[in-house]
């Protein structure tokens, strides 16, 4: 009898083990499935964060520098009805900020979009001095960003970098018609940290790059050739301009070679076999990046994004010359790229609601305005982060005696 107690007892207890064993497997599977499934949420009824209101064509007498309006046929139409914009399901646009430690400059302002279904992502960088009418002290986009941040320091704001990158995501919305659905800021500090943390990028040094600012503690001192960088190397090469011929777009330009690069190591360094770096990387970016990005929308972009291919990663500057000592963007080109890349609707922006206060041109200069509404964007660069990995890009250098 004790004995069938004792096997009864030992089966009982086995049975009990399966159970807890299986349910664990169950709630485990069921983690992994909601992880699987999950998806940012999206609003498709939530409103425009742009005016649709076309603007009246100038009438005789206007100034003849306002831009024409040009319509569509189909916005000849006399139906009152706008045009439906509905957002595409799983895509999404970024804003993107890196500010440097003297004046909260934004040094790099990027705009991103990432089609989760199709596995794209376009990246378009915005030059720091390209000029726009706010309400700074100078007409440039990066002192548009700073002004903000001031403010928001004055008003005694918990968290001035998180308001001011929402100012910053809206009045770009409003302009460039785009919906932004996350912003991100890191500072230089923090980029440098997070570079050191995936253990360096190996990059090539398109010149012999020797600068010096004490007041922004920025030493950059790189020879031509290729390279291993670290965190505050990597400073320097995304920063440094004085030796390109185009200035800022060499220095956007290098800035593609380098986030390649970064990808690259990225990609080949994370895996379930090197936890270490993975959590190294994440702790650093937690740590060092100002973001509205909810940590289970974080976990699921990076879910996806490690799997997106290099030929589907375009990387571009936004179209414009520069004239009246500013970066001006094209109008027409800009407009193209937005609806190429950026617009998240199912309807096109039309060129009669882009930009409709005129923020991004100076009707009373003859450059400025010219170089705005120019049939052709002087600079339109296009790259995948293939195309970048293979051959780099051709960054136009100044030889000693241009430099001096």
């Known amino acids: 009898m004790k004995k069938r107690k004792s096997t009864y007892r030992a089966a009982t207890q086995s049975t009990l083990i399966v159970v807890i064993v299986v349910l664990a497997l169950i709630i485990v599977a069921m983690a992994a499935t909601v992880v699987w499934l999950y998806k940012p949420a999206s609003n498709p009824n939530a409103d425009l964060p742009f ?17 024409p309006v040009t319509d569509d046929p189909a916005d000849t139409d006399k139906s009152d009805t706008p045009p439906a914009y509905i957002p595409r399901e799983e895509v999404y646009n970024f804003l993107l900020i890196g500010h440097d430690r003297a004046a909260s400059l934004a040094d790099v302002i990027m705009l991103a979009n990432y089609d989760v279904k199709s596995g794209k992502v376009a990246i378009m960088q915005i030059p720091r001095d390209t000029y726009y009418v706010g309400d700074s002290s100078k007409n440039q986009l990066n002192v548009q960003y700073s002004a903000y941040v001031n403010r928001a320091h004055y008003r005694g704001e918990s968290n001035p970098t998180a308001v001011a990158a929402d100012k910053f995501a809206r009045i ?14 890191i500072d230089l500090d923090g980029f440098v940290n997070i570079v050191n943390a995936v253990g360096g990028v190996d990059v090539y040094v398109p010149v ?9 503690d920025l030493y950059i001192h790189l020879k031509k050739g290729p390279a291993h960088l670290n965190g505050e190397d990597a400073e320097g090469f995304i920063r440094f301009r004085e030796g390109f011929v185009q200035a800022d777009i060499g220095r956007v330009n290098a800035q593609k070679i380098f986030m390649t690069a970064f990808m690259e190591k990225v990609k080949s360094s994370i895996s379930l076999t090197n936890l270490s770096v993975l959590n190294t990387l994440v702790n650093e970016v937690i740590k060092n990046l100002t973001t509205d990005i909810p940590a289970a929308d974080f976990v699921y972009f990076g879910k996806n994004a490690l799997s997106v291919d290099f030929s589907n990663i375009k990387m571009m500057t936004v179209p414009g010359d520069y004239a009246g000592g500013s970066y001006v963007i094209n109008r027409a080109a800009t407009l193209q790229v937005i609806n190429d890349y950026f617009n998240i609707y199912n309807t096109d922006i039309s060129d009669a609601i882009f930009d409709k206060s005129r923020v991004f041109t100076n009707t009373e200069s003859d450059a400025i305005h010219k170089a705005y509404m120019a049939d052709k964007a002087a600079f339109l660069y296009e790259f995948t982060a293939e195309e ?13 005696k241009d430099g001096e």
């Open 172 to 185: 770009l919305e409003q302009n460039l018609c785009i919906k932004i659905h996350y912003t991100a800021v």
């Open 51 to 67: 005016s649709t209101d076309p603007v009246d064509p100038p009438s005789t007498g206007d100034d003849p520098n306002t831009p």
């Open 388 to 400: 970048i990995q293979d051959s780099s890009i051709d960054i136009p250098t100044k030889t000693k």
């Open 208 to 216: 012999d790059m020797d600068y010096e600012d004490p007041v922004q």
